[in-house]
């Protein structure tokens, strides 16, 4: 199959580079960050779930990130396009970054590792600030813990050699930032306040920084992304707040998502409900927070 394409340029190395989404390809992004699109395309999951094959040109081996659902033909695909896999790593737990990952390991014989445990096999889960490093891949991954959609979301700072001596390429930062739309966060382990300050975690550190995202297309600024996820999130709240102070906390959710969401397809419409919930919960806490400090103060404990 032709796939379009253009030749680029990046930090000194020539990629012949397809657009998105181009499934069951191999398709450069930065010089040691490539994608494998799997066909599972969805409301949530736009055109489908990124694969990331983590090697510089010459290595013998790879590292994979987010191998996808249980998808034998995608995973076929990336066991051939990612050669020798020496490690599978997962930005999180959920099904379509996840599911596929023992199966993969099969494959591959490689071991997985997450933040959450009972999803490591055959190695430790990660830490926050580590550097996973292994033999016959060049690049180094910084772990970055950015809980909120999840509790156990990391981003993966991808390096060209040593973190802080080389080039930063890339950040994978699964579904805590996609290429296009806004994210989830889950209702049962999801935090809004955690996720507003990965947030600013990865608006810090990401100025110019090329996306890896979990789903959608990459971008050229980490930092841009995450600043416009924040004002929208806020955007929201004060949305939230407005809709209290006109119609008070007794307010129903259908009458609430009607008044923050005016434009919203109906086939979203469990996802704002859902959305909307978990903003109230953060509200809420935020409240609690503050009545407490308030008491604190006025009982002379702070």
């Known amino acids: 199959m032709s796939l379009p394409g253009s030749t680029k340029v990046i930090m000194g190395a020539k990629l012949n580079l397809m657009e998105h989404p181009a499934y069951s390809q191999l398709r450069p992004v930065t010089p040691s960050a490539s994608v494998v699109l799997c066909p599972n ?43 020798e896999v020496g490690l599978i790593l997962l930005t999180h737990r959920h099904h379509d970054h996840a599911d596929g990952a023992t199966r993969f390991r099969q494959l591959t014989g490689a071991p997985i590792r997450a933040f959450d445990p009972s999803y490591c096999e055959k190695a430790g889960e990660l830490v926050d600030g580590e550097i996973i490093t292994i033999d016959g891949v060049t690049p180094q991954i910084e772990v970055v813990a950015t809980p909120g959609h999840t509790r156990d979301s990391v981003s993966f700072f991808i390096w060209s050699g040593t973190p802080h001596e080389s080039t930063l390429e890339g950040i994978v930062t699964g579904d805590t930032i996609a290429g296009r739309h806004t994210t989830m966060i889950s209702e049962t382990d999801g935090d809004l306040g955690q996720y507003l300050e990965s947030l600013a975690i990865l608006e810090e550190r990401g100025k110019d920084i090329t996306l890896l995202p979990g789903h959608g297309p990459e971008g050229d600024d980490v930092s841009w992304f995450a600043r416009k996820y924040i004002d929208r999130r806020e955007q929201r709240l ?18 609430l998502i009607d008044a923050i969401y005016d434009d919203v397809d109906p086939v979203l419409r469990g996802a704002a409900e859902q959305s909307t919930h978990v903003a109230i919960r953060y509200l809420l806490a935020q409240e609690r927070e503050e009545s407490g400090r308030n008491s604190a103060v006025d009982t002379g404990q702070i």
């Open 41 to 83: 395309p969805g409301y949530s999951s736009l055109e489908g779930t990124n694969s990331w094959i983590i090697r510089a040109s010459e290595d013998s081996r790879s590292i994979v990130i987010d191998p996808g659902p249980e998808d034998e033909g995608h995973l076929n695909v990336l066991n051939a396009k990612g050669e």
């Open 238 to 255: 004060e949305q939230i707040r407005g809709v209290w102070a006109t119609q008070g906390r007794e307010v129903s959710m259908k009458d």
